[in-house]
């Protein structure tokens, strides 16, 4: 058994696809198909069904999984350790973001990280909040940007770089932009456009309208804010968003504050307890990118 056909393992796994798992580790589909099928046969057990359009785990699959993954985090930490001597970090960092994501001081971040680390590899991720959680808690992902209700979900460590209040925006002229504030309980019958479930700030939204119950009409649903916001300013629907997202159309858009829902949506970093150093160092460019104590 080798490192290798563990990583080949662990792609076909979390891609449910050999093609798109030989592309992600650099080597032709046949060839990971043939490592699969020796580290099959070392274990005497197919891991993988075949049969339908998606490579989905066996039984012996998912029993294998967290330790191929746990394998080769220790094979990495190897590596690591030795570098933490030598001041030297090498390896790869796996980073989810929500879909949309465009928070520049984390790009900033990221890149001094790759200028002070170039030995590491950056992967980066997109997804909804709560499938980068679950990433997060498997090992897929070491870090990742989310949007949450949550100072930070159960189980795992949170660096809060965005914290704000939701907002509804609607164009100019519409019946709410004439109000000085809003409730939800003004919304009433109007369709809404806003994120989907999944999200940070749809999670806030649904557990508000829950607290007072309130079912609110949500027609038009898109995981990025400018979508909404486009949608919103033709008058297909009153937009959710936060606070900076408004902001950002307020030459098109009337923004008012959700009075009764004062709960912030929250984007957080989040990782497992005990990470590993280029964690540690992309964290400390993050809190400086974001001016965080």
């Known amino acids: 058994m080798e490192l290798r056909q563990l990583e080949y393992f662990v ?3 979390e891609e449910q696809n050999f093609t798109r798992a030989a592309e992600r580790v650099h080597i032709s589909q046949s060839g990971v198909s043939a490592q699969i099928r020796q580290l099959e046969r070392e274990l005497g057990a ?5 049969s339908g359009r998606t490579a989905t785990l066996t039984v012996a699959g ?16 190897v590596g690591e350790a030795v570098g933490e001597v030598t001041g030297l970090i090498r390896g790869q960092l796996t ?9 520049t001081p984390l790009f900033d971040a990221l890149a001094a990280f790759h200028r002070a680390h170039p030995g590491v590899e950056i992967t980066l991720q997109e997804d909804n909040s709560d499938r980068l959680v679950e990433g997060v808690h498997a090992g897929a992902l070491d870090l990742a940007l989310v949007g949450t209700a949550t100072t930070a979900p159960a189980g795992l460590e949170a660096l809060t770089i965005i914290s704000e209040r939701l907002v509804l925006t609607v164009p100019p002229g519409h019946p709410l932009a004439a109000l000085p504030q809003v409730t939800l309980r003004d919304l009433g019958t109007y369709p809404i456009v806003c994120m989907p479930p999944g999200t940070g700030l749809r999670a806030v939204f649904d557990q508000a309208c829950a607290a007072q119950g309130l079912q609110p009409v949500i027609t038009l649903q898109a995981s990025a804010a400018d979508a ?3 949608l919103a300013a033709r008058g297909m629907a009153v937009g959710i968003l936060s606070d900076s997202m408004a902001a950002r ?3 098109r858009l009337v923004a008012r504050t959700i009075a009764d829902v004062e ?6 970093l989040v ?3 005990g990470h590993r150093p280029a964690v540690r160092e992309l964290l400390a460019h993050a809190r400086r990118a974001f001016a965080i104590r």
Do not use: Y
Not at 97 to 103: A, D, L, S
């Open 62 to 77: 998912k029993a294998a999984l967290e330790h191929a993954r746990a394998t080769l985090a220790a094979a990495g930490a």
């Open 271 to 273: 990782w497992r307890a």
């Open 95 to 103: 980073l989810g973001m929500v879909i949309g994501c465009t928070i």
């Open 11 to 13: 792609a076909v796994a």
């Open 228 to 230: 909404i916001a486009d």
């Open 263 to 268: 709960t912030p949506a929250l984007l957080a």
């Open 249 to 251: 159309n307020g030459d």
């Open 46 to 50: 197919e891991l993988f069904d075949r």
